[in-house]
């Protein structure tokens, strides 16, 4: 049941949800085909205009390329995926984070998943982390907004009922690396020869900002006091292979994708990730997910609170203090020095790349 739908809508089980609210994007609308009616959720559109859709067919409700998120569940193996779709680097703005926490309780409200795999759909990029062009000269209204977005998709993700499994194709610096520390398991890949290896970590110092406390302490639960210490202050992205050995990742995936693609992953990939039906992360991913979701759910689940619910508690305790921090520090003249500094040497990388 892919989120992007060609065929009618006949039957009166769906579930539609509104993910992307910027204005030229159309409404993203998931169906969930099979649900009782009791439980068809419908939100932000009303009665007449869902009449309306219903009405056309057949129907392409939204094109995969205008949604920030893809999602599709599998309710046989009951596995789903959640995927950022934000070119060029899934850099978290306001909109992708909210889409992010939306779809993930959409995947949530159905009772017969029990894992979901975070992805995306850029094979090189898994998140660049935050849009950095969300915190430069930024408005009052919108800079503690976008802080509270990125602070919801992390306790979504951590307290998540779903077991929650990285697949990290490619870079994950910063914000990038928290979605993959708030999920239960992470498999990296390999990278593609020494010039071409992916990176994880925090490099928020490189950049002249500190991560917050409740990212740091991600890290210090990660891998460890003193090894979170130091990457923390020198703002280290691990490669792969020492992503793995300090416990960054749990797993790194070194073969090359096969030329035969895996008929589950067909079937679980959204359309926008029908690309890597033959990747070796994609396939362990699933295999982990499917794994857990064999768990009895209330062991799982308790299992999961026994060790996060006290972070989870601490993180919604300071919050507001939290958000009052990030708003201050970063509009503070030096930050914004540093930043935009970081932002001109980014671009000027980007150019040099493409010339
Ligand atoms: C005690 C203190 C207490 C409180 C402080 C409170 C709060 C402080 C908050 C700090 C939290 C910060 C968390 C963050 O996430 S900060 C963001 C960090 N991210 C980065 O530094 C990543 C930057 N990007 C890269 O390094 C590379 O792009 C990357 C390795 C991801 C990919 O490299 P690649 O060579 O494959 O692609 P590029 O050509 O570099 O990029 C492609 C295009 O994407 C644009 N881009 C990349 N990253 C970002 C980003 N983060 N935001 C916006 N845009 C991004 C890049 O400019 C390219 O664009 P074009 O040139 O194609 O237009």
Known sequence: ?????????????????QLDRLAPRSAFLLFYAGHPPH????????????????RQQPLRLFSSQDSLVVTNVHEESGVAVLAMNRPPANSLSLELNEAISTSLKQI??????????????????FSAGLDITELISPS????????????QVYIDLYGSRLATVAAIQGHAPAAG????????????HGGHGEEHL????????????????WMGQLMVRTIGFRPAERALALGTLFPPSEALNAGVVDDVIT?????????VLKALLPEALQSQTSNPVMIKAYEEAACYAKIPP??????????????????????????????????????????????????????????
């Open 255 to 263: 073969e090359q994708s096969s030329s035969e693609s895996n008929e």
């Open 177 to 188: 690396c928290m979605l993959a520390l708030a999920c239960d398991y992470r498999i990296m």
């Open 198 to 213: 992916p990176t994880i970590g925090f490099n928020e110092t490189q950049l002249g900002i500190a991560a917050p406390p």
């Open 298 to 355: 209330q062991a799982r689940v308790a299992s999961k609170l026994v060790t996060r619910s006290e972070s989870l508690k601490e993180m919604q305790m300071t919050r507001e203090d939290d958000t009052q921090h990030f708003c201050g520090f970063i509009t503070h003249e030096v930050v914004q020095k540093n930043l935009m500094k970081y932002v001109e040497k980014m671009k000027q990388r980007g150019k040099a790349k493409k010339s």
């Open 39 to 54: 439980q068809t959720m419908i939100s932000s559109l009303s009665a007449r205009h869902i009449a309306r859709i219903a």
């Open 1 to 17: 049941m892919s989120s992007t739908v060609d065929s009618p809508i006949s039957s009166s089980k769906i579930q539609i949800h």
């Open 108 to 125: 949530e409200s159905n009772p017969k998943i029990q894992s979901v795999i975070l992805a995306s759909s850029n094979p090189t990029i």
């Open 140 to 151: 009052d209204e919108r800079l503690p907004k976008f802080w509270n977005s990125l602070q």
